[in-house]
């Protein structure tokens, strides 16, 4: 059971579970994350990233936008890199 609190009538998450929602909605979801969320998430800086992707060792970037300006993640990808980062590898070397 989630806690909740009451505010003028509302009900809403309570702070110090509202992450902990959130987070799981975005992995059932398989959300995209930016490359600076995937930095926080793994603590490889965007050019480790990278080095790893270009190597098979880190998850690939899909285009978000119509031109491909834009790239991100899945999140199950970076969840997979994150429970076994020394066994990942991915299915496509990429150098996006």
């Not at 690939?60 to 999140?75: D, E, F, V």
Request: proline share 3%.
């Amino acid at each position: 059971m989630v806690k909740t609190i009451t505010n003028n009538d509302v009900i809403l998450l309570d702070p110090d579970e509202e992450t902990k929602v959130v987070t799981q909605l975005l992995i059932d979801m398989n959300a995209f994350i930016s490359i600076k969320t995937a930095e926080i998430a793994t603590t490889l800086d965007k050019t480790t990233q990278y080095r790893e992707r270009k190597a098979g060792r880190f998850p690939k970037l899909h285009s978000i936008t119509a031109l491909g300006q834009r790239k991100a993640y899945r999140i199950q990808d970076v969840k997979q890199w994150l429970e076994n980062p020394c066994s990942y590898s991915s299915s496509e070397v990429h150098d996006g």
